[in-house]
């Protein structure tokens, strides 16, 4: 696979057993040493590690605009893929537990649980708050970091969040408030001797979607890539800063499509996310709903079945049955820059940038790295 091939017509896959988000926590929290073959080797002989998931930093994006860049650019690296689909939500708590979605179960952003969709990163469903219905830390049991307990550096609004309870259950939660004070919390626990430090910035995601991929997207990448630089030049000696993110981006602004009347009529619910879309047919449906939307949206998405991803493992090679429970009957998977209109996916205010699907541009993600 080769990460600047943007018009190929087939969606890029997770590469679950090689260079992929999944496998890079482990040996970062257990024995840098042993780290995989295609890890940079300057990781290996660090005594400490600082792991920084910057939030829709695509390799692509990245690539774009490295004439801008100081820090970012100077770091060892490659790019490496995450998993399907191109979420937040399932990307992060691949990152931290290490495993595939088919295994820890967070399958989308939206997803359909007992006739209601959870919003996973509000954790609230049309009842409102679930996390007394839908226990976080029941719904996804895994560990994460194996089990260590890290510090995590993260804003202070998330700490009691039904995504962090999720994805990072018994971690230390480390507050910051601004960006200033996720470098200054990161040193200190370095400073503290911890061998291991996760950390997390969302700041750029959110400018891809509310502007787009434009100056402020531009604007945001030099301040990122400034920060990066002033963390590696204050790094002690012998510290390794390993980067990565959890998926790219694409620009859609206002290709909204609707799915048309004769589609919503085979539908019980919609999930996932714009860009894959996950469709749920009435009962004996789903083979009229997968030949409806060929016909009406195949030029603008692969139209894949819950079968064929199982069988192509695009959430890993191992699915357990309830993550397979969790899956649609047919999904909208974007590779044109647009998004899948569902009435009842809203938020705050309309997204420019998007993410979701399995093209290059959301697939590669850099991973990267370098020592203080």
């Given at each position: 696979m080769d990460?600047?091939?943007?018009?190929?017509?087939?969606p890029v896959?997770?590469?679950?057993?090689g260079?992929?988000?999944?496998?890079?926590?482990?040996p970062?929290?257990?024995d840098p040493?042993?780290?995989?073959e295609?890890?940079p080797?300057?990781?290996?002989?660090a005594?400490?590690?600082?792991?920084?998931v910057?939030?829709?930093?695509?390799w692509?994006?990245?690539?774009?605009?490295r004439?801008?860049?100081?820090?970012?650019?100077a770091?060892d690296g490659?790019?490496?893929t995450?998993?399907a689909?191109?979420?937040?939500a399932?990307?992060?708590?691949?990152?931290?537990?290490?495993?595939?979605p088919?295994?820890?179960?967070?399958v989308?952003?939206r997803?359909?649980?007992?006739?209601?969709?959870?919003?996973?990163?509000?954790?609230?469903?049309?009842?409102?708050?679930?996390?007394?219905?839908l226990p976080?830390?029941?719904?996804?049991?895994?560990?994460?970091?194996?089990?260590?307990?890290?510090?995590v550096?993260?804003?202070?609004?998330?700490?009691?969040?039904?995504f962090t309870?999720?994805?990072?259950?018994?971690?230390?939660?480390?507050?910051?408030r601004?960006?200033?004070?996720?470098?200054?919390?990161?040193?200190?626990?370095v400073?503290?001797?911890?061998?291991?430090?996760?950390?997390y910035?969302d700041?750029?995601?959110?400018?891809?979607?509310?502007?787009?991929l434009?100056?402020?997207?531009?604007?945001?990448?030099?301040?990122?890539?400034?920060?990066?630089?002033?963390?590696?030049e204050?790094?002690?000696?012998?510290?390794?800063?390993?980067?990565?993110?959890?998926?790219g981006?694409?620009?859609?602004?206002?290709?909204?499509?609707?799915?048309?009347?004769?589609i919503?009529?085979?539908?019980?619910?919609?999930?996932?996310?714009a860009r894959?879309?996950?469709l749920?047919?009435?009962?004996?449906?789903?083979?009229?709903?997968?030949?409806l939307?060929?016909?009406?949206?195949?030029?603008l998405?692969w139209?894949?079945?819950?079968?064929q991803?199982?069988?192509?493992?695009?959430?890993?090679?191992?699915?357990?049955?309830?993550?397979a429970?969790?899956?649609?009957?047919?999904a909208?998977?974007?590779?044109?820059?647009?998004?899948?209109?569902?009435?009842a996916?809203?938020?705050?205010?309309?997204?420019?940038?998007?993410?979701?699907?399995m093209?290059?541009?959301?697939?590669w993600v850099?991973?990267?790295?370098?020592?203080?």
């Open positions: 990460p600047e091939d943007h018009g190929s017509s087939d896959l997770p590469v679950y057993d260079p992929c988000t999944t496998n890079l926590a482990t970062l929290v257990e040493a042993r780290c995989p295609w890890m080797d300057v990781v290996r002989g005594e400490q590690v600082v792991f920084l910057l939030d829709g930093l695509g692509t994006q990245m690539q774009e605009r004439q801008f860049l100081r820090g970012l650019t770091m490659a790019a490496i995450t998993v689909p191109t979420t937040t399932t990307a992060l708590t691949s990152i931290c537990t290490g495993l595939p088919g295994e820890h179960g967070v989308g952003y997803i359909l649980v007992d006739g209601d969709v959870l919003n996973v990163l509000r954790w609230s469903n049309a009842k409102g708050d679930a996390r007394e219905s976080p830390e029941a719904f996804q049991p895994s560990s994460p970091f194996e089990g260590h307990r890290p510090p550096v993260t804003r202070a609004e998330f700490r009691d969040s039904g309870r999720a994805h990072l259950a018994g971690c230390r939660h480390v507050p910051y601004m960006p200033s004070t996720l470098v200054a919390e990161i040193l200190r626990q400073g503290a001797g911890e061998p291991f430090v996760y950390a910035y700041g750029i995601d959110k400018v891809a979607h509310e502007y787009g434009g100056g402020h997207y531009d604007a945001e990448l030099v301040f990122v890539d400034r920060m990066v630089e002033f963390l590696l204050s790094l002690p000696a012998g510290v390794a800063l390993v980067i990565t993110a959890d998926h981006q694409v620009e859609v602004g206002d290709r909204i499509v609707p799915l048309g009347a004769e919503d009529s085979l539908l019980v619910a919609q999930s996932g996310e894959f879309r996950w749920h047919a009435v009962p004996g449906a789903a083979r009229e709903l997968e030949d939307a060929t016909e009406r949206h195949g030029d998405a139209v894949v079945t819950r079968e991803v199982l069988d192509e493992c695009w959430f890993g090679p191992k699915v357990l049955p309830l993550p429970s969790r899956l649609g009957d047919v909208l998977v974007a590779r044109e820059p647009v998004a899948f209109e569902d009435p996916d809203t938020g705050p205010f309309h997204l420019i940038g998007r993410h979701g699907s093209t290059a541009e959301e697939v850099p991973l990267l790295a370098a020592v203080g």
